[in-house]
């Protein structure tokens, strides 16, 4: 007994280490810059100025049906899949806006990139955009996601808007700032655009 106990302490202990070696690298990744506006209870307001995206079009209609194929394309990009053969570092978090109609999946490109340098995608789907400056509200949580996890999260967060009489307008978005290997400390954020200038 005392040696399947021990077995199960050093497995646990050899995990952690484990995860505590996978999270450095992820801890240096760069992530999509912001300004934190305002800090409620269970959400925040922040701003994200204009960034540079490598973003696919889908007509998937669920977050599996998404993911995957989604971030095998992108990835193809950055890893060397453009016409200058160039490895681009990759950032977080990924973004994901899944709906009825097209959704798509995007990797922010990291902030020495812009449009006009970047390198031309070798696949067509791929392309290369910038982004509209915006007030977003965001609400976070952890595990691993599901369609179940997002539905839940943007009815919250649509909610808590609701409450604290705050517009919003366009589509909830799913952020997603882990790899599927990192068990521990995961992140997750469902956000929307708000018409924050006007709640000042």
Do not use: C, H
Not at 34 to 45: A, H
Not at 49 to 69: D, V
């Amino acid at each position: 007994m005392k040696i399947i106990f021990l077995s199960i302490i050093g497995v646990i202990v050899i995990f952690i280490l484990f995860q505590s070696f996978v999270n450095m690298p992820i801890n240096k990744t760069e992530q999509q810059k912001y300004t934190l506006i305002r800090q409620y209870k269970d959400f925040e307001i922040r701003f994200y100025p204009s960034a540079t995206i490598a973003t696919i079009n889908s007509k998937a209609k669920t977050y599996n049906e998404l993911s995957g194929p989604g971030f095998r394309k992108l990835a193809g990009y950055i890893f060397g899949g453009n016409e200058d053969k160039t490895k681009i570092s990759m950032t977080s978090p990924v973004q994901m806006d899944i709906n009825d109609s097209l959704s798509t999946m995007s990797f922010v490109m990291p902030s020495g990139y812009s449009k006009e340098n970047l390198p031309k995608p070798n696949d067509s789907n791929v392309q290369i955009k910038n982004t509209a400056e915006e007030y977003i509200a965001v609400i976070r949580f952890g595990g691993y996601a599901s369609d179940k996890d997002i539905k839940f999260y943007s009815d919250k967060l649509q909610n808590l808007l609701k409450e604290n009489g705050i517009s919003s307008f366009g589509n909830y978005r799913f952020l997603g700032y882990n790899p599927p290997f990192q068990f521990i400390g995961r992140r997750n954020e469902i956000i929307v655009e708000v018409e924050w200038k006007k709640n000042k």
